[in-house]
């Protein structure tokens, strides 16, 4: 074979796609939905993992996993929202989900899901609301009379009560959480024109990288609020989190390689195209930032911060920078998904090009304002939900 | 019109109530909207559809039949349907690819515009000898199991029971996941009504009598159009004779009643 | 033990309340928004099917211009092209007539697009295409061919409705063979 044969090859096979395919539907605001809502079952799991699975390292974040999850889980809907061409037609999808869709089971999973999160941090906060509710002045007291649904209880019985309800709430949280996302991963999944989305494996590699996402954030969120609130830092809680994200951060890789070397390795028809794809328009943002940059090296810093015995600080410098990264790797696995297996047309016999703009409906600049709405939402939460234990003497006292 | 009869005799008023309420199906054939135009000067291309009524037409099993051997890649066909849904620039309801493949076994496929300005020049940059080069329409497949009505998520997208698979406009979201499902690339936004929008085997031109407008200004007939229940049309004698009849993408499982006739294995 | 104004389960029972309440609002919020064709047929609006019925015809075939046009309807029905759209060339009939009345004339292709739009079809170059359908030529071998002048335009030999119609009449006049025999 000569080399102009190779190159008549490669252009016969990348340069025709279908004339509606040149514009890629799903952009940014489809990258962004599943990085939030994973963020979201992510931070709940570590929630449980304290709740349910009674890791006791986990007990200083645990309730502020929830109010964090809950942050994020505010905003799940707005990417979607502003992606829709009606979103003022939102509601049928409430109204007549189609049973055959995999996307019309996401406003019932999305809203009992949203419901059993909002339920667990009331019945958990409920002392420190009641309490806050005696202290409260003007428009707070409305605002703590409806977070303590009107109640002022807090004898043993009805915390007795409480805490059987927060147990039953975790536990359907964690199947409901694994759902949510899991579910997000099929409606790629389940798209069986597309061969790069097409894989049982997308709704496991969501799932852990929800994971991944949802610790990596608790843990760089943590570290930095209490840094710059000159707070203490529960070292051992930090510790606990990595080797969790070690854990998880291991699984999710190897499956996200797996689903690539199953391609390359069973080669059917699909994988000249989809070659073209990971070695062309993706090379740098797969292989140079999701693979190496953000995930070989995440993976060896995990290793030596889960293994190796080092000082607190550096701990705390590497450990926020190594969440730091993964959160970065996420975003750029949900974009290599989402945007790639858009690049590629179904004639496969090419790809097509795609470049966000800053000022655009589904902008840069959009999507930067929806990454910042949880933080901020995250803040006013803060001064409703004291997050720290060591904050908040009612629920030291309840818990001792 | 018979069952609109009796509708009339059994009680004035409760049928215009229906009427208004859109429950008599079809009763909206019976108001000519302004700017429609006059069929009585149009002779009936498909025999017996006017005066049809109800929401489905049972008795008649359509086929619409593309004929590589004969398309000459005109572009008239995409021309007429542009024309007749005002289809917005880069969008395309139908289109016509050209393969050429050469004696490397190498294949190039092109379509600029979506084949709406024809084809003036040849290809240039294939650096082997040809062997073979043809052209191929691409229009909805109308999938006995359409993967778009499947994942629509809110019933915009449907399958009526005479197996034509339509939009209703008015109640699309513009998810955009009907775009993703389609295994054929035929679906895409209108960027003017903000919902999904795709070919309908020109539905409304069927139910009044007429071949879609692709078919009608085909000047070769490589796009045929006709019921399957009558022995005596092209579609019938074409699937009963022994031609090379195939599908796009079989391994999918949407059962696509779209069929080519000459269909070559590079073709997907 | 300190007095409370609440019950233990009050909250529970109240939060019980809002969920039920907010269910039947939405059982009562869709009967209200549902379209009322919704589910007749399938899992979508009925009516729709009438909607798109009702879509405007705009291509009206050939038959819908040649009823007002005789002149040419008698060269275009007998010649070889009678299989050409009249709305391929001169756009949709609903961008001329409505409701029975003239509201604005087609366009007709002149000069170089007479060429553009014969080449659609008969470039020789372009080899996709099957030579039982349509007759083929090269441009400009056809012209040198013919001894004609190269920069003639198709129809200056061409009656583009008929387009042997001329050609035809000239041979019969001249009483010339037909010269590639």
Known sequence: MNPEHGMAVATA??????????????SLMIVLYPYITGIVAGAFIVS????????????????????????????????????????????????????????????????????????????????????????????????????????????????????????????????????????????????????????PLMPVIFLLSASVSGIAGIILSYILIKTFTRKFIDMDCIRTLIKFLWGCFILDFVFEMLELFSHAYMATHHWEAL??????????????????????????????????????????????????????????MRWNVVIGGQLMSKSERGHTTFHPMWFEKEGILVSIIIMLLPIVFLFILSKVFPFWLDDDTVAEKQLT | MDSIEKEISRGRRTFIKKVLGGTVAGSLLLVIPAGAMDLANIPEQITGMRGKTGPFITEKKFAFIVDITRCIGCGSCCVADKNEYQVPDGMYRTWVERYV???????????????LDGYQEPRQDIPHPIRDTF????????????????????????????????????????????????????????????????CSWCYHRVRKGLLPACVDVCPVQARKFGDLNDKDSEVYKILHQPHVVSVLKPGMGNKPSLHYVGLRREVV | MPEYKSKAYSHIFRIALVLIAAGLIGVAVRAMVLPESFGDY??????????????????????????CHPYIREMHLQGVHNTVS???????????????????????????????????????????????????????????????????????????????MWVKEARAIVGAEEDNK
Request: hydrophobic share 45%.
């Open chain 1, 13 to 26: 096979l990348t340069n025709y796609v279908f004339p509606n395919e040149l514009h890629v539907h799903w």
């Open chain 1, 48 to 199: 449980s993992l304290y709740h349910v699975f009674h890791i006791e390292a986990l007990k200083p974040v645990s309730r502020y996993a929830l109010v964090f999850a809950l942050a994020f889980l505010a905003f799940a809907t707005a990417p979607l929202l502003i992606h829709l061409g009606h979103p003022e037609r939102a509601m049928s999808m409430m109204f007549t989900p189609s049973p055959t869709s995999a996307m019309a089971g996401f406003g019932y999973i999305y809203s009992a899901y949203a419901i059993v999160l909002i339920l667990e941090i009331l019945f958990i906060y409920r002392p420190t609301l009641v309490a806050l509710k005696q202290e409260a002045t003007g428009f707070q007291k409305p605002l703590y009379n409806i977070l303590t649904i009107g109640s002022d209880n807090v004898s043993e019985k009805s915390l007795a009560l409480d805490h059987k309800i927060i147990a039953f709430l975790a536990a359907i949280g964690i199947p409901m959480a694994c759902t949510l996302h899991g579910y997000v991963g099929f409606i790629f999944g389940g798209v069986k024109a597309n061969p790069m989305w097409a894989t």
């Open chain 1, 275 to 332: 070659r073209d794809l990971y070695f062309g328009p993706l090379y740098n943002s797969f292989w140079v930032a999701q693979v190496f940059i953000f995930s070989v090296i995440p993976l060896v810093l995990l290793g030596i911060l889960s293994l190796v015995k080092l000082p607190d600080s550096w701990v705390k410098f590497w450990g926020s920078l190594v969440s730091f990264m993964i959160l970065i790797q996420v975003i750029l």
């Open chain 2, 101 to 115: 493949i050469d004696d490397e076994d190498n294949v190039y496929v092109d379509c600029p515009n979506g084949g």
């Open chain 2, 135 to 198: 052209f191929v329409p691409k229009l909805c497949n109308m999938c006995e199991h359409p993967s778009c009505v499947q994942v629509c998520p809110v019933g915009a997208t449907y399958q009526t029971e005479d197996n034509f698979v339509l939009i209703d406009a008015k109640r699309c979201v513009a998810c955009g996941y009907c775009i993703q499902a389609c295994p054929y690339g035929i679906r895409y936004i209108n960027p003017e009504t903000r919902t999904a929008d795709k």
């Open chain 3, 42 to 67: 399938g899992h979508y609006r009925g009516s729709a099917i009438e909607d798109e019925i009702n879509r405007p015809i705009r291509n009206g075939t050939n038959s819908s211009c040649l009823v």
């Open chain 3, 86 to 164: 009249c709305e391929f060339c001169h756009g949709p009939v609903a961008d001329h007539v409505q409701d029975g009345k003239v509201i604005a004339r087609l366009p007709k292709k002149e000069g170089n697009d007479i060429k553009t739009l014969c080449l659609r079809c008969h470039n020789q170059i372009i080899r996709a295409r099957p030579k039982e359908s349509i007759k083929m030529i090269s441009m400009p071998q056809h012209l040198e061919e013919k001894h004609v002048r190269i920069d003639h335009n198709c129809n200056q030999c061409h009656n583009v409705h008929a387009p042997l």
